[in-house]
């Protein structure tokens, strides 16, 4: 496709999403919604336990509600946007509309990435330094970091954003995607990018690599406590801890990865195959992940199943 020279200003985008398959548009609607309301439903729940039951004001509670509170924004950034496009025939989107669509998805994500490395660190101070926890992670500590995971997601998002959305659109406005995913998106600019590509690489750096390392140390020497445990119960207990945090972590990054570091097809069929398998699974990942973090906590928790289960004799014995 030859783009014009000129550099007229883009008024809106179309999403191409799904249009080249109309039969999948229908079944991926139903799916899509059933997901974002188990996603609503969970979380929800899970912020409610957090907040209604003293038991579990705690560093570690405080942060789930607050993943729990990040994951709903994060899909609902972006599925109202998906179910209508299954719905409507032409699938536009404004240039502001985009832009703030652009920065929730974004910020939502860096603050993800940031917010599980602070859970990591609660882990570390409460199974390496359980004498010092209290001191480590007051409420003065965790209320702070809790913030600043919330502020710099925002700040990144606003820097990306700001970036994408200055640069000139030559005609061609259709995005190969469901929503306004940044990399989409700068693939219609017709200037030159590489500030773009710069900032992007560096903020993958900081909000990507960081917390992975953050992470991964972190649990080497939670590891490294737990095996000097004597007792087999008590290596167990202090690993239940942690799990459920742990296999969070393993679902984000592990996605993650899948979606962005498998090699590209070269052939044109299997280039299309491909395209139709990226959207699904970016699809995908932005329900799925929120979908099971409530179910991983709640089933892999006894201090969440212990919540919800007082909560629910409480409300019968007030009848």
């Not at 940031?114 to 926890?133: E, G, H, K």
């Not at 917390?211 to 004597?230: C, D, G, M, N």
Request: with cysteine; charged share 15%.
């Amino acid at each position: 496709m030859v783009r014009s020279n000129q550099t007229s200003p883009v008024m809106g985008f179309i999403l191409l999403g799904l249009s080249a398959h109309p039969k999948l548009e229908k079944t991926f609607f139903v799916l899509i919604l059933s997901m974002y309301l188990v996603v609503l439903l969970g979380n929800g729940i899970l912020i409610l336990v957090t907040i209604l039951d003293s038991h579990l004001h705690t560093p570690m509670y405080f942060f789930l509600g607050n993943l729990s509170f990040l994951d709903i924004c994060y899909t609902t950034s972006s599925v109202p946007l998906i179910l209508d496009s299954f719905l409507t025939p032409r699938k536009t989107i404004s240039f502001s509309a985009c832009a703030v669509q652009m920065f929730l998805s974004f910020a939502m994500g860096a603050t993800e990435c940031v917010l599980l490395s602070m859970m990591a660190f609660d882990r570390y101070a409460a199974i390496c330094n359980p004498l010092r926890y209290p001191e480590v992670m007051s409420k003065a500590a965790y209320m702070p970091m809790a913030a600043s995971s919330w502020v710099a997601g925002s700040v990144t998002a606003m820097v990306q954003t700001s970036l994408a959305m200055r640069l000139p659109f030559c005609g061609d406005n259709v995005i190969n995607h469901f929503t306004c995913e940044i990399l989409a998106v700068l693939k219609l600019a017709c200037a030159d990018i590489s500030v773009n590509v710069v900032s992007m690489a560096v903020a993958n750096v900081i909000f990507l690599g960081v917390p992975v390392l953050f992470i991964s140390f972190s649990y080497v020497f939670i590891l490294a406590t737990i095996l000097r445990i004597p007792s087999a119960e008590g290596r167990k207990k202090a690993f239940s801890t942690c799990s459920a945090h742990l296999t969070v972590v393993v679902v984000f990054y592990g996605t993650i990865l899948f979606m962005y570091g498998k090699p590209k097809s070269k052939d044109p069929l299997g280039a299309d195959k491909q395209d139709l398998a990226d959207k699904l699974i970016s699809l995908f990942y932005g329900v799925v992940t929120p979908m099971v973090n409530p179910i991983i906590y709640s089933l892999r928790n006894k201090d969440v199943k212990a919540a919800m289960r007082r909560l629910v004799f409480q409300r019968q014995f007030t009848r």
